[in-house]
Each structure stands twice: as structure tokens, then as C-alpha cells.
């Protein structure tokens, strides 16, 4: 697969009409008209509801139920609890053999268990013939606990935290020299903690499942980001084969990581239909969504840098304490970015993770990163005011030629390049060094940068293409949609890969009985499949060419593979030389159409899709860093009377390779600056230190950014190709919130002279 | 049980439903008017927005049987050149505030037609504000996109305001 992706790209390049170019998205019209479907708007005959009752302690166990109101209520069908609820087989533990293991939610075997695991687990389920009835008697189901103690703060839990080890997936501690000893000798350093709070992904569409049972056959409408796993999932969880498992997710709306796992939502509204024979929907209440799905976990980091007086680096420091949930969670890669950025002799790195009795936490927006590149990229600033030197110009005297940890090359970094183009479009040169030297009436005026760094993924990618006789093409991987404009960008692929309008492309994805496609995480979604998606293309020609060289008439007769160019609906012997098109290559061989496929879908051909996978990515690691890249320049206007702050201009400058489609791209990169701002400036999620309890589970209280919020976001991209990427290709999808954060701090810190380095910069932390 | 004559997109509706029912529910679980977005069903998020009377109006906040005899425009009952504008302006990515969104757009554009002024607005008794994007901005902040597709919203409605002018 690789190989022929690496052949692909001078051709992809010189080739692409339609590749690179701002094509509307081609499911705009279905989501301007309504007429888009998400998972809660299938109708199904005798559809039925569902309602979750969520535990009201943080640790304990169940001593009573009392469903007999609940029951009462009109229309109530089934009042689902521990004490009646079949027998469902637990998550499985993860397994490196299966990949589809790492998306259980939590470890938790709902309403198979009396025992509690955090404030807001599902301990029933009750379904009804109106949503209303639902949510009326699940309010009326009455719960008696034995609660038992509990660790749910984290501030208070910091001391348990433990270092985490490496994996291959997470490269964990770093020491490299003595970074304390430098930095204690360094002319000038700095020595800063920083703390990000937790945070929710708030996609506007609320988690929802359709589920309906035909016999042993299961049909699944949800939003997801990994509809195989899912599948997979669902199947070990009932005792079913997968194969009867369909997972239908055409649209998702939002997911920005949390529509990644399978959470308890799924599972029930899949046992509520087991339960009671009839389809169950279950549409998650915003608040039932805080409750039963994960969100970001809160950081505590520190950063110490120090530097010779000409802003040399000498040692770099980063250390970070995350949270996870016993029942389930990640450890955060805070420190990734903090290994490839600085050219430091003495590096230390190290994560450190507590569990709690609280919810998993699980990836949200460049889990890590994002929080990460905001301490990082705060502290670099805090050393440039120390060095009294520009904050750019640090950067650059310290821009790595090679990893800074292990020497591997950079597959691409033009970072530098990145800074010079968003500098000269912000107008850097215009800032005034000194803190509040650039004021504006009431207004202080504070301009700041940091750079957005994220690494890029490449999972394996099963494609089918199938190419008809009238010259259309159907392309059909089971990736996901969430608005990132996948179907659009596959289709610009396909049209250029074999030279036919991207009009005659259609792309199916969105559903599990297609082709397994990756599971869309790590913005790696559309490298994926463009790599599978480039394969198939060319297995697709040659099979052409091929039914072409039986015919005697053929003017391809004679010709190989590589001496051809798709173009204009069919083969030709280079830009002048003789072709036919398709369309009279199928005809002459009476063939309805020809189709292409990379990837099997047996258990076989995952296991060797899984095997190859590693294989690639462990060798791709050996060689290379790979990695988007950017610089984030704000400016930002605060009232001095306030301390509100506004955000008045943006510019994000990135290399992210080869960029497939001008228009969504943009679109996304903004989208990722939109979300940084929330977390930079009002973006929280508050517990109740005592029991854990999310006391904000709704958007009118966890304050999303709003229109008002966001000025005119102007993103530039390099358009350099990544040369070890299809098509050049590296993910958009999450590198543009890295640095948002930081880039606000530090122009805040421009504005105002405070250092806030405790996320969100509320104004009441700068009065 | 209450009996309601709704009146959807120009066509009359009959339901039986209970009084508690809200306008959002009976138009998405009644009627299969699916268009319509429930993003957090206590007014905060705009995903619910439709027209009554050709105001806007948060349909999660608004019970069904206040609405008998309105008339009610759901994104399905929308056709206007501010849906095409967002697509060329790329204003949506997921998609499931873009009905909210349009709709209390159109409304928006009214509003300001009429001589509404904004909390942007210098003075609020001047006439013929122009309908910046800091304007639009702020009379569209009670719809949330997640995506963050908010510049290519501004973008397609301040076109469309463009082009409504001009005629
Ligand atoms: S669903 Fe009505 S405002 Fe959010
Ligand atoms: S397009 Fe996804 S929330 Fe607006």
C-alpha cells in the first residue's frame, strides 16, 4: 500500500485538477435543507424511548430499588435496572490484538453490577412510548446506596499521582542530560506552573442511538467516530456475530473526540430494545451527556527553561499530572509537543496520571497538545520577556534541524517559514515590546504568538472503488463524517486519481457493512483513506488497462501501467498519445463496471490489516518525526475597567502539507482556533470537590465561544507536501487549537503586564 | 390529551398531544419534521430555532399548544438563497446547527429591516445601520456552532444582506 502511495505523489501533483481546489462540501445542500438525518430522526414503526437514571454518589453500592412509581407512569414499558437486566458480558480488556478493544467508555458492565463508579453512572434505563413519559418516570425511579469513600478531587489527589510509563503509542518520560542542573546554572530562566481545567467537547448535537433488533441481527444508528469498533463492540457485549451488527452514522453532529468510545448510552438504548422487542431511541440530555460521557482531563503542569544570555536554550523541563477515571480513561501526551519543539542539550519530560472515582476521560481535540503547547508556549513567552528578546526570534534561535530527543529527521517541518508568512500577514513588526505600552482609549492592546504543533497519524484504510461503464465512480470506505468535509476531499482524490470530473464521483461512508475505514481520531482520517482510496485507484486502472490490452482495437494495446496518465474520462499513453476512455474500454468488453478493493474485511484480513498497520507506524517511527505545524499570532483588546478580554484579530500560518480541499480546510483550521479561544478565555468545567458532581452540565453554564466572540479568522497554509504522506497529505484536524491558549495568554500578558497561568483567563483573575 | 391544529411550512397538521409536549418535540417526534435541532433543549444553543409568524423563536422553550393556529417555518419550509450561501461560504461542518442557524438568520435579517437595533449598535435610534459583521455577529450570538464555523455564517449572511439591499 505504502509503495504505491509513494509512486502516486508526482503524479497526484502535476495531475490534480481537483485536489487543492475550494469545492463546496458535497452534503451541504442535505444540511442546509433539513434534510440530513442524524441518529435521533430515524423513524422506525413503534419506535419506543428510553431515559437513563444516573447514580446520585460518587462511590458505593446499590442497597434498594424502587421502580413501582415509575412502572405507574402511562406509557412506561420497561424499568430496566440491575435487578432485572440480562446478562450482558463485560467490556473487554484492551488488547493490542484487537484494536477494537480500546473503545470501551469505561470498564463498567452496566446494570450488571450493584456497584457505583462515579456521580452520574447509568443505574437504569426506562423505556416508554413518548420521550416525555421516559424522562418523567426515570425521574420517579428511586435509588437507595451504600456509599463508601471516595477521591474525586484533583487538586487534592495530585500527590497520588503516579509517572506513566512508555508505550510504543506513548513515548513517556524523556531525560536527556541534566535539565535541572542546566537550567540552575543558566544565565537567565524561568520556573512557571500552569493549570488547565477539565472540559467538554459540547458537539451541538447531544449523543443519541437508535437501536433495533431483528432476531440475533442488530441495526445501530449513532454518531460516531468508530462505527467498526463500535460494531465489534456491540457484538462481544450481546453475544452476537458481527457481522449481524450494522452501525449506520451518515451524519455526526460534532464529536471533536467524544463520539470516539462506545459510552453507556449505546449500550443501554442496544439492551433497552434487547428487553422489551420493540426499536429504542435514546437521546441523550445535555446534561445526560456530561453525565455519562468523558470530557478533558484538568492539568497541572510545570514548565522551567532556562537560556544563555542570547536565548541558546540550555535545559528544558516540562512535567504534567493528569487525571483518569478507575473505571477508565487515558494518559494525556502533555508533554508530546514539548519533546520536537527546541533545540535544548538537556531535556526532561515526564506525565504523571492520578485515577479518581470519577468518569473516564477520554480524547478531546488534540488530547495532550492542546493543553500542553498552552504551558509550553506560555513559558517560552515568560522567557523572552526574561531575555528581553522577541518571542519569534527566540523560537527560531532555538528551531531544531533535528529531533531534539533522538535526532530522527523531521519527515517535514517548515515552521520557520510558517512564522514568516503569518508574521508579515498579522504585521508583527508593528508590536510595541512593553506590556501595555499599546493602548487603545480603554482598551489595552496586547498582541501574542505561540506555535501549534500535533502529530500525524496514519491508520490502515479497507476502500472499494468501482468504476461503471457511463464513467461514474463509487468509492466506499466506512469512514466517518463529522463535518470535517471527508466525503468532498475523498471524492477530489478519486476524481484526479482517475482522471474523471469529481461530479462523477460519489463516496458512501458513514456505515458499517461498507469497507472498514479508520476510526476518525488523531486526524488521521484523511491520510487513511486517501491511502487505501490511491491504492484501489491504481488496481482499479490496471484492471482497466488490462480488459483494454484483450482487445485487439485497443489503442492501449502494448502499453504498461506506468506509461499511462487517467485523464479525461479514461487512459492515455501520456498527455498526446492515444487512449480510450472507460466508458469504450467496459463497452467493447461488455462489462457493467470494474471494481478495485485494498483491504479485507475477514478476521484474516484484519489481523493482517491490523499487522501491517503497526508494522508501517513502527517503522514510520524509526525513521521520522511527522508532524503538523504552525504559528498562532492574536491580538487581543482587554477592558480596563473590566478585565474582559476580547479577541480582536487572528492569524493561524500552518504547514499541514498538501491541502485537499482549500475551503473545508480553512473551515477546520478555524474551527480549532474557535475552540482554543473557548479554552483560553471561558471554557470550564466545574466539580463539586466533594462528590465529583458536574455542577455545569449545560451549555447556558459551560460558556462555549459564540459569535460575538470570534473576529475574522485569517488562516494561510504553506501547501507543501509532506513527502512521506499520501498525496502529501498531513490532517488538519486538530494541530489549529494547539497553541490557542498560549498565543491568548500571552497577548493578554502584552496588554495588561499579569501572567494568567490558569485557564480560562476569566476577567476576575485581572482585576 | 389536547387536539392542536398546527400549521407547518403552509400546511395544517392536526395532533393529540400532551399539554407539556414542546413545539421542538411535536415537530421532530410527531410530525418527522426532523430538520429541526434539539442541541441542549433549555434555550441555550439556537439549534431549535424556527420561524412563528416569521419571528424567531427558540422551539425547545415554546410548549406545542401555544403554537395552534401560528403560523410555524421549520428549515424544511425554507427556500431562500441564504442556504446556497452557506454552503459557498462553507458557514457549517457538521451541520447540526445550520438549520438554527439560517433560520434565525432570516429572522435576523427582518428584524434588522425593521429598524432593530443591536447591542453593537452606536445608536440605537439611528435608522439604516449598516449590518456589519461585529452587527450580524451580535444579533447571531444566541445560535452556537461548535464546529466553529462562524465566520463562513457572518460570511453567507452578510452577502445575502448585500444582495437584498442592492434589489
Ligand atoms: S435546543 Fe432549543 S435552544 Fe438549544
Ligand atoms: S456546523 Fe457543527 S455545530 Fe455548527
Request: net charge neutral.
Amino acid at each position: 500500500m505504502t509503495d504505491v502511495q509513494t509512486r502516486e505523489l508526482p503524479a497526484g501533483r502535476t495531475t490534480g485538477r481537483n485536489v487543492g481546489r475550494p469545492i463546496d462540501r458535497v452534503d451541504g445542500t442535505a444540511k442546509t435543507t433539513g434534510a440530513a438525518r442524524y441518529a435521533a430522526e430515524y423513524p422506525y414503526p413503534g419506535l419506543t424511548h428510553a431515559a437513563l437514571v444516573h447514580a446520585t454518589i460518587s462511590r458505593g453500592r446499590i442497597t434498594s430499588v424502587d421502580t413501582a412509581e415509575a412502572a405507574a407512569v402511562p406509557g412506561v414499558l420497561a424499568v430496566i435496572t440491575h435487578l432485572n437486566a440480562p446478562a450482558m458480558k463485560p467490556p473487554p480488556p484492551v488488547s493490542p490484538l484487537n484494536l477494537s478493544t480500546l473503545v470501551s467508555g469505561t470498564t463498567v458492565n452496566y446494570l450488571n453490577t450493584d456497584e457505583v463508579h462515579w456521580d452520574g453512572q447509568p443505574v437504569g434505563v426506562v423505556v416508554a412510548e413518548t420521550r416525555e413519559a421516559a424522562l418523567r418516570a426515570a425521574a420517579l425511579v428511586r435509588v437507595g446506596y451504600r456509599e463508601l469513600p471516595a477521591t474525586v478531587d484533583f487538586a487534592a489527589g495530585q500527590g497520588d499521582a503516579r509517572p506513566e510509563k512508555s508505550s510504543p503509542i506513548q513515548p513517556g518520560a524523556v531525560a536527556k542530560g541534566d535539565a535541572a542542573a542546566a537550567i540552575a546554572a543558566a544565565a537567565v530562566s524561568v520556573d512557571v506552573r500552569y493549570t488547565t481545567p477539565p472540559h467538554h467537547h459540547n458537539a451541538i448535537e447531544p449523543h443519541a442511538t437508535t437501536a433495533v433488533w431483528d432476531g440475533d441481527r442488530l441495526t445501530v444508528h449513532e454518531g460516531s467516530q468508530s462505527i467498526a469498533w463500535m460494531r465489534s463492540h456491540l457484538a462481544l457485549r450481546f453475544g452476537v456475530p458481527a457481522a449481524g451488527v450494522r452501525v449506520i452514522s451518515p451524519y455526526v453532529g460534532g464529536a471533536f473526540g467524544g463520539k470516539g468510545m462506545v459510552w453507556a448510552g449505546t449500550v443501554l438504548t442496544v439492551l433497552a430494545a434487547r428487553v422489551t422487542g420493540r426499536p429504542v431511541r435514546l437521546a441523550l440530555t445535555r446534561e445526560g451527556v456530561y453525565r455519562t460521557v468523558g470530557g478533558r482531563t484538568p492539568s497541572a503542569q510545570r514548565v522551567a527553561l532556562g537560556a544563555s544570555a542570547d536565548g541558546a536554550l540550555t535545559g528544558l523541563i516540562h512535567t504534567s499530572v493528569t487525571r483518569t477515571g478507575r473505571v477508565g480513561g487515558m494518559p494525556e501526551q502533555v508533554t508530546s509537543a514539548s519533546r520536537h519543539l527546541y533545540d535544548v542539550p538537556n531535556i526532561t519530560l515526564q506525565q504523571a496520571t492520578v485515577p479518581l472515582d470519577l468518569l473516564s476521560n477520554t480524547a478531546m481535540r488534540a488530547p495532550g497538545e492542546s493543553i500542553g503547547t498552552f504551558a509550553l508556549e506560555a513559558a517560552i513567552d515568560e522567557l523572552a520577556c526574561e531575555l528581553d528578546m522577541d518571542p519569534i526570534l527566540l523560537r527560531m534561535r532555538n528551531e531544531p534541524a533535528r529531533d531534539p530527543v533522538d535526532g530522527k529527521r523531521f519527515a517535514h517541518r517548515m515552521l520557520r517559514e510558517a512564522y514568516a508568512l503569518g508574521a508579515e500577514r498579522f504585521g508583527w513588526p508593528e508590536r510595541t515590546p512593553r506590556p501595555g505600552s499599546m493602548r487603545d482609549g480603554k482598551w489595552l492592546v496586547g498582541m501574542g504568538v505561540a506555535t501549534a504543533y500535533h502529530p500525524s497519524w496514519q491508520f490502515s484504510a479497507n476502500v472499494t472503488v468501482r468504476l461503471a461503464a457511463d464513467g461514474t465512480v463509487v468509492v466506499r470506505c466506512g469512514f466517518h463524517e463529522m463535518g470535517m468535509g471527508g466525503a468532498t476531499a475523498q471524492a477530489q482524490i478519486a476524481a484526479d486519481a482517475l482522471g474523471v470530473p469529481f461530479e462523477a464521483v460519489r463516496v458512501e461512508y458513514g456505515d458499517s457493512d461498507l469497507p472498514t475505514g479508520p476510526a476518525a481520531g488523531g486526524s488521521a482520517q484523511t491520510a487513511s483513506v486517501a491511502a487505501g482510496l490511491l491504492a484501489a485507484c491504481e488496481k482499479l486502472k490496471r484492471s482497466v488497462l488490462a480488459l483494454a490490452r484483450r482487445s485487439g482495437d485497443s489503442p492501449l494495446r502494448g502499453r504498461r501501467p506506468h506509461d499511462l496518465q487517467a485523464r479525461d474520462g479514461g487512459l492515455w499513453a501520456g498527455a498526446s498519445g492515444p487512449g480510450e476512455t472507460y466508458a469504450a474500454i467496459l463497452g467493447r468488453a461488455g462489462r457493467a463496471s470494474v471494481e478495485a478493493r485494498v483491504g479485507s474485511d475477514t478476521r484474516a484480513g484484519e489481523i493482517l490489516g491490523q499487522a501491517k498497520f503497526i508494522a508501517k507506524f513502527l517503522r514510520d517511527r524509526r525513521r521520522w518525526v511527522k508532524a503538523a505545524c504552525g504559528a498562532q499570532f492574536c491580538e487581543v483588546r482587554v477592558d480596563s475597567d473590566t478585565g474582559e478580554v476580547r479577541v480582536s484579530r487572528w492569524v493561524g500560518s500552518f504547514d499541514v502539507g498538501t491541502v485537499i480541499n482549500a475551503k473545508t480546510t480553512a473551515g477546520q483550521l478555524r474551527g480549532g482556533i474557535v475552540m482554543g479561544i473557548g479554552m483560553a478565555l471561558s471554557e470550564e468545567t466545574l466539580l463539586d470537590p466533594r462528590t465529583g458532581r458536574i455542577m455545569n452540565p449545560n451549555l447556558a453554564e459551560y460558556h462555549v465561544p459564540v459569535h460575538a466572540d470570534i473576529p475574522p479568522i485569517d488562516v494561510h497554509y504553506l501547501n507543501e507536501p509532506d513527502p512521506t504522506m499520501p498525496l502529501g497529505l498531513i490532517g488538519v484536524g486538530e494541530v489549529s487549537i494547539t497553541g490557542v491558549a498560549a498565543a491568548i495568554s500571552n497577548a493578554v500578558y502584552h496588554a495588561t503586564g499579569k501572567r494568567v497561568r490558569d485557564l480560562p483567563i476569566t476577567l476576575d483573575k485581572l482585576l | 390529551m389536547v387536539e392542536i391544529h398546527l400549521r407547518v411550512n403552509g400546511v395544517t397538521r392536526s395532533l393529540d398531544l400532551e399539554p407539556w409536549v414542546s413545539l421542538l418535540d411535536a415537530l421532530r417526534e410527531r410530525l418527522d419534521l426532523t430538520g429541526t435541532k434539539k442541541g441542549c433543549d433549555q434555550g441555550a444553543c439556537g439549534a431549535c430555532t424556527v420561524l412563528a409568524d416569521g419571528e424567531r423563536i427558540n422551539s425547545c422553550l415554546a410548549l406545542a399548544v401555544q403554537y395552534a393556529g401560528r403560523e410555524i417555518t421549520t428549515i424544511e419550509g425554507v427556500a431562500h438563497p441564504l442556504q446556497a450561501a452557506f454552503v459557498r461560504h462553507d458557514g457549517l461542518q457538521c451541520g447540526y446547527c445550520t438549520s438554527g442557524q439560517i433560520c434565525s438568520a432570516l429572522a435576523m435579517l427582518a428584524e434588522h429591516r425593521a429598524g432593530a437595533p443591536s447591542a453593537v449598535t452606536g445608536d440605537p435610534a439611528a435608522t439604516g445601520v449598516e449590518l456589519s459583521r461585529a452587527e450580524i455577529a451580535e444579533r447571531m450570538s444566541g445560535n452556537l456552532c461548535r464546529c466553529g464555523a462562524y465566520n463562513g455564517i457572518v460570511s453567507a449572511i452578510q452577502e445575502v444582506a448585500e444582495m437584498e439591499t442592492a434589489r
